[in-house]
């Protein structure tokens, strides 16, 4: 008997089902549909939520971090990783640590000297306010501090002077003119903003850092511009993309969602369950036609194929039906922006649903090999139905 014939009997078998056996099989159905849309959507979410996140991040902080030592070829780094093919601009920086005051409120914070022209070029940083020559401090630094636009704070160096009294730190009075969001945490918690000319003046000349914030025409290409920028200045230099930076955080959120893909696979374990016990029945009641077809000569293996494509089958057409409904459900809820979740934690209002091409594909071929393997005891046991005991309890 030909594959052909032994597919269709498959179908037909499934097609025709009656009374208990087709809730069964509506059951088994509906599960795995269910189970494959529920991993879906929530691989979606996840998926989303990162790449929302990484956007998010992307667009306010920098995609390469070049740290070096000092300040001697300052102005020969710039112009080399402007030159760099792929890096959309690259400006200097200089981090000092301080100490920042407010209403007896003390915290310690790097304080990024940038020249202003470079810092209007950073288009959706602030939140709040306009840059004039004070300072600019980040959103979390904001809320612990309860500092708001407009008030003063005052900064303390480290690095005072000695006096016949002893060490005396330098104290000054700065304005806030914004407040800004990154989502990193060190950028938002642990850092202000000022002028590189107001900061070297209050600060001075010493223990300062000295590097480069670097934008790319392409983001996700750091890791290769990384290579590029370590072979065009040297070893020397410390260079880190924003993937090193935020690879705790990615780490973290993939971790995630491997564990719950994994918890999600135990329904279509479930829903396989729903499967073998309905290919038990349908061996049961087609008992009559497994002897018939043995007579006419067909053999064991063809037997236990017929009732592994009736598994097959229905897991093909529930993975299926689930991917159209977790696309539905996608795009209803990219639409409507169900998923909501507070602004000022996640740094957006709503979570999106990105299908990511290998979770689908891992989904669907999960989904199947588990029906497949859901099939194997109730082919084998059809297999092995004696022909003589039909035949005689008939």
Same mark, same amino acid.
């Given at each position: 008997?030909?594959?052909?014939?032994?597919?269709?009997?498959?179908?037909?078998?499934?097609?025709?089902?009656?009374?208990?056996?087709?809730?069964?099989?509506?059951?088994?159905?509906?599960?795995?549909?269910?189970?494959?849309?529920?991993?879906?959507?929530?691989?979606?979410?996840?998926?989303?939520?990162?790449?929302?996140?990484?956007?998010?991040?992307?667009?306010?902080?920098?995609? !390469?971090?070049?740290?070096?030592?000092?300040?001697? #070829?300052?102005?020969?780094?710039?112009?080399?990783?402007?030159?760099?093919?792929?890096?959309?601009?690259?400006?200097?920086?200089?981090?000092?640590?301080?100490?920042?005051?407010?209403?007896?409120?003390?915290?310690?914070?790097?304080?990024?000297?940038?020249?202003?022209?470079?810092?209007?070029?950073?288009?959706?940083?602030?939140?709040?306010?306009?840059?004039?020559?004070?300072?600019?401090?980040?959103?979390?630094?904001?809320?612990?501090?309860?500092?708001?636009?407009?008030?003063?704070?005052?900064?303390?160096?480290?690095?005072?002077?000695?006096?016949?009294?002893?060490?005396?730190?330098?104290?000054? #009075?700065?304005?806030?003119?914004?407040?800004?969001?990154?989502?990193?945490?060190?950028?938002?918690?642990?850092?202000?903003?000022?002028?590189?000319?107001?900061?070297?003046?209050?600060?001075?000349?010493? %223990?300062?850092?000295?590097?480069?914030?670097?934008?790319?025409?392409?983001?996700?290409?750091?890791?290769? !511009?990384?290579?590029?920028?370590?072979?065009?200045?040297?070893?020397?230099?410390?260079?880190?993309? %924003?993937?090193?930076?935020?690879?705790?955080?990615?780490?973290?959120?993939?971790?995630?969602?491997?564990?719950?893909?994994?918890?999600?696979?135990?329904?279509?374990?479930?829903?396989?369950?729903?499967?073998?016990?309905?290919?038990?029945?349908?061996?049961?009641?087609?008992?009559?036609?497994?002897?018939?077809?043995?007579?006419?000569?067909?053999?064991?293996?063809?037997?236990?194929?017929?009732?592994?494509?009736?598994?097959?089958?229905?897991?093909?057409?529930?993975?299926?039906?689930?991917?159209?409904?977790?696309?539905?459900?996608?795009?209803?809820?990219?639409?409507?922006?169900?998923?909501?979740?507070?602004?000022?934690?996640?740094?957006?209002? #709503?979570?999106?649903?990105?299908?990511?091409?290998?979770?689908?594909? !891992?989904?669907?071929?999960?989904?199947?090999?588990?029906?497949?393997?859901?099939?194997?005891?109730?082919?084998?046991?059809?297999?092995?139905?004696?022909?003589?005991?039909?035949?005689? #309890?008939?």
């Amino acid at each position: 008997m030909s594959l052909k014939t032994i597919i269709r009997i498959s179908i037909k078998y499934v097609l025709t089902s009656k009374g208990s056996t087709l809730l069964v099989s509506l059951i088994a159905l509906l599960g795995v549909i269910l189970s494959v849309c529920a991993i879906l959507l929530t691989m979606g979410v996840f998926a989303g939520f990162q790449h929302a996140l990484k956007e998010k991040i992307l667009s306010t902080s920098p995609h !390469i971090v070049v740290s070096i030592p000092s300040e001697e #070829h300052l102005q020969e780094y710039e112009e080399k990783l402007n030159k760099i093919k792929g890096v959309k601009r690259a400006y200097p920086v200089v981090i000092y640590q301080g100490i920042l005051s407010k209403d007896g409120s003390l915290q310690s914070v790097s304080v990024k000297g940038m020249r202003p022209s470079d810092l209007f070029q950073k288009k959706g940083l602030l939140i709040e306010g306009t840059f004039k020559g004070g300072v600019l401090i980040g959103k979390g630094l904001a809320d612990i501090m309860g500092v708001k636009v407009g008030q003063e704070i005052t900064l303390v160096s480290p690095i005072g002077r000695t006096t016949p009294f002893g060490f005396v730190p330098k104290v000054g #009075h700065f304005k806030v003119d914004g407040i800004f969001q990154t989502g990193t945490f060190d950028q938002d918690y642990l850092t202000v903003i000022m002028s590189m000319s107001s900061a070297t003046e209050f600060f001075g000349y010493k %223990w300062q850092l000295y590097g480069f914030e670097v934008y790319l025409q392409d983001p996700y290409k750091a890791q290769e !511009i990384k290579k590029q920028i370590e072979k065009e200045l040297g070893d020397t230099l410390i260079v880190r993309s %924003w993937i090193d930076l935020n690879k705790p955080l990615f780490n973290a959120l993939q971790l995630e969602k491997v564990g719950i893909f994994f918890v999600l696979l135990l329904m279509v374990i479930v829903a396989s369950f729903n499967i073998t016990s309905l290919l038990f029945m349908k061996v049961k009641e087609k008992l009559k036609d497994i002897a018939v077809f043995r007579t006419f000569g067909m053999k064991k293996n063809q037997i236990a194929m017929v009732f592994l494509f009736q598994g097959m089958t229905l897991g093909v057409v529930g993975s299926l039906c689930g991917l159209l409904l977790s696309l539905l459900g996608g795009y209803l809820i990219n639409e409507y922006k169900l998923v909501r979740v507070p602004a000022d934690v996640y740094l957006m209002d #709503h979570v999106p649903v990105f299908f990511e091409p290998s979770d689908v594909l !891992i989904t669907l071929v999960g989904a199947f090999i588990l029906s497949l393997i859901a099939s194997l005891l109730p082919a084998y046991r059809a297999s092995k139905t004696s022909i003589v005991e039909i035949l005689r #309890h008939e």
